[in-house]
């Protein structure tokens, strides 16, 4: 019997107790999205939202929920105006263009269906961004308008060149963790420059509960310890006022997965770097296996966990931000932390690998009147080092050749190494 309505046959158990019938699940879920965007009071009325959408179980479902709040028949209209993000990241899995091609075209049926604005985007193409993320600090009251102008590629375009700049550089990262962690923070960088681009202020994601306590996890196992609870909280605001918000963030896959069938939510299967690979080939998969298989016999280890990182918080007050995914710097710390020894036995360790690349890494056009404008060549792993968080250091340390990494990280990094360089120069005029 449905626990809610008491009438009903129920036809689901969403957790230990919770049996509902179909109309009542309806009313909880919808309920919880509601709340979970009216209680935050970030999104005003007519605001431009871009979403992301993927086409997997959780963005549909978010996809599908935004479209019933929009609708007439909801019961209290949700007023913002959403636009679609697709990223497509067939290249990382060495997909060849004709199912690229079909999974896009599906894609984008899928995204013309829902009648609004939609962007699609292939992740190489994060390797051509020149754009770094700057924070504008607080809005200036102007409204944003976003620019549109009509939807873009309905048939996929291909960037050959920038597919292999891709694959070299996820080759050139030795283990599958951090090519997965790369692969993450390119997907963030692409949309944060297409929410800039167009002048989005919100940007809409839809992680679950269930993902959410796997990355929260699989974070504090990669050195993200710092960031967890941006990463896992509602509203993340580490882009200033571009504002990344995850309403479906209390929805366990279960539901969700319910939620799309009740409602014949169509939902597409791509496979991802770790599709066909062993349990344990990256952390996240190890720990997605772990939670996963916990949940079974605890049905409260999702939330649980979830609840645990709610009590956490990350220190925003740092002035400095990671020059990759923009967190705040946690690596100002003590000489004597276990960071600075784990980083001196690094550097030890390293010293005897790399005498033969080290022209990769030291090599300018010898000038020394600052005329040089080969940045990528000035700056070495010391000057990256300086400006990514630990959990960024860690993947820039499973990397071959520094050569490799996106063009406008370098960018910045060689952007903010030459003006730190200059503020110690002219420091002993400063009064
Ligand atoms: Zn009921
Ligand atoms: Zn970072």
Known sequence: MCMKCKEEKAVLITRVNDAFCRACFMVYVTHKFRAAIGKSKLIRDGEQVLVGYSGGQSSSCLLH???????????????????????????????????????????????????????????????????????????????????????????????????????????????????????????????????????????????????LAVKLLSDIAQGRGAHVSMETTFADRRHGDLITVRPIRDFSSKEVAIYNKLCNVETIFIPTLTTKTQEGSTIEHLTEAFVTGLQTDYLSTVSNIIRTGEKLSTDVSKEQNCALCQAPLDTDVPVSSALNAVEFSMQVSRKKTETTKVKEDSSCCGEGDGSCHSQTDCINRKDIDSELCYGCRLIVNDLDDINELPPYLLKEISWRSRRSKMKSDIQQYLL
């Open 65 to 211: 929920l935004i479209q019933e709040g929009l609708s007439e028949r909801a019961h209290k209209k949700l007023r913002f105006q959403p636009a679609l993000l697709f990223i497509d990241e067939g290249a990382v899995t060495d997909m060849p263009h004709e199912e690229r091609r079909i999974i896009h075209e599906k894609i984008v049926q899928l995204m013309e269906g829902t009648g609004y604005f939609y962007h699609v985007r292939s992740l190489e193409q994060a390797m051509e961004l020149d754009i770094i993320d700057k924070k504008t600090g607080e809005s200036d009251g102007e409204p944003r308008v976003p620019e549109l102008h009509g939807n873009e590629s309905s048939s996929p375009v291909f960037y050959p060149e920038l597919e292999q700049k891709l694959k070299s550089l996820l080759n050139s990262l030795k283990t599958l963790s951090a090519k997965e962690e790369m692969i993450r923070q390119l997907r963030q960088c692409l949309m944060i420059s297409v929410a800039r681009q167009h002048n989005y202020s919100k940007i809409m994601v839809g992680e679950c509960s269930t993902q």
